[in-house]
């Protein structure tokens, strides 16, 4: 029995063995012409751009003159007065003209731009503490001690949440700390199991 199973795997085996010993002919390729390569063709080579000519250095330009007349103001449709004119002289020398020396304007600062949220500064810190301190009351009715690590992460996320918004408020981004508030709220309230 035992050759008996030796000799099946021979038996399959020999088919296979038989394929690789097929016979092949040899035989000498058909001698063909040799391929005519023709010649490369002759290389262009272009000249390089002239570069542009150098323009010649100027001499310094006089300064810009600066203008004189205040800004229009709307126009007035009423009979126009003509400024009183210089008295002339009659002498050949010419009294030079000196420019009336412009008065200094006092820049207004720009008003900060607000947002439609923040109009109203008091109203938006007033928004904003109060979701501060309904986060800090759901947040001191959280047990701290036998929340698992999730719990305990989002409790210390609320409590920083809580600080971000109040560092806004200080700077004034009322936009920026609501938002940060309510996210503490959320928080808190989940806690808290509200």
Request: charged fraction near 25%.
């Amino acid at each position: 029995m035992r050759k008996a199973l030796l000799l099946i795997p021979l038996i399959g085996l020999a088919p296979m063995l038989g394929a690789c010993a097929v016979a092949s002919a040899k035989s000498k390729p058909a001698e063909r012409p040799p391929l005519a390569v023709p010649p490369p063709p002759p290389r262009v080579i272009e000249s390089a751009p002239q570069p542009d000519p150098v323009p010649e250095p100027v001499a310094d330009l006089p300064p810009a003159p600066v203008p004189n007349k205040p800004p229009r103001a709307a126009r007035d449709t009423g009979p126009r007065q003509e400024p009183p004119k210089a008295p002339e002289t009659k002498t050949g020398e010419a009294t030079p003209a000196e420019p009336p020396a412009p008065s200094p304007t006092v820049a207004q600062p720009a008003p900060q731009l607000r947002t439609p949220q923040t109009a109203d500064t008091t109203e938006a810190e007033r928004n904003v503490r109060t979701t501060i301190d309904r986060a800090n009351k759901s947040l001191g009715g959280v047990n701290y001690a036998p929340l698992n690590n999730d719990r305990k992460k989002a409790y210390n996320d609320a409590k920083m949440f809580i600080q971000e918004a109040e560092e806004a408020l200080k700077r004034g981004n009322f936009v920026f700390a609501q938002g940060v508030a309510t996210k503490a709220e959320t928080l808190a309230r989940e806690l808290a199991g509200k």
